[in-house]
């Protein structure tokens, strides 16, 4: 999965499944075209893989930005998600959120929930609302 990662991939997964009746895993990675045969060398160089199929198809995002916050038990990161320029929500970043956790002893959700309240205050995020549609 790194080596995928450092080689420019945008996402990878992987999920159980049973071929010609044995267990096995299938890897997905999310990819730019230009990319795909270079990830698919580096997936068959570094599994046991012996080919690659490929498959097209469209990518709708949502426009995103980062910013920082502080809470009592540190800074976090959390993406802004836009339409345009209409907010929507926002999401913390997971590995900051497990790092404070950790090191207050308070559970993940505690966090997240700390992380969301502080951007909303400090980004000025209440007056905006999120959207219902």
């Given amino acids: 999965m790194?080596?995928?990662?450092?080689?420019?991939?945008?996402?990878?997964?992987?999920?159980?499944?049973?071929?010609?009746?044995?267990?096995?895993?299938?890897?997905?990675?999310?990819?730019?075209?230009?990319?795909?045969?270079?990830?698919a060398t580096v997936i068959m160089h570094n599994s046991s893989a012996i080919g690659v199929r490929s498959h097209s198809c469209e990518r709708f995002r949502l426009q995103r930005k980062q910013a920082v916050v502080s809470t009592k038990q540190g800074k976090a990161r959390v993406k802004l998600i836009f339409d345009d320029n209409r907010y929507l929500r926002l999401t913390p970043e997971y590995e900051d959120c497990r790092v404070l956790a950790r090191a207050s002893g308070k559970?993940?959700?505690?966090?997240?929930?700390e992380v969301?309240?502080?951007?909303?205050?400090?980004?000025?995020?209440?007056?905006?609302?999120?959207?219902?549609?």
């Avoid at 049973?18 to 990819?31: D, G, L, T």
């Avoid at 559970?107 to 929930?113: D, E, G, H, R």
């Avoid at 205050?121 to 209440?126: K, R």
Wanted: with cysteine; hydrophobic share 35%; charged share 25%.
């Fill in 2 to 39: 790194e080596r995928l990662f450092d080689a420019g991939a945008l996402d990878v997964g992987y999920s159980p499944l049973q071929m010609k009746n044995r267990p096995a895993n299938r890897i997905s990675v999310v990819c730019n075209p230009d990319q795909v045969e270079q990830l």
């Fill in 107 to 113: 559970t993940l959700q505690q966090i997240y929930s």
């Fill in 116 to 133: 969301e309240s502080a951007a909303l205050e400090q980004l000025n995020l209440n007056d905006q609302g999120k959207s219902d549609e």
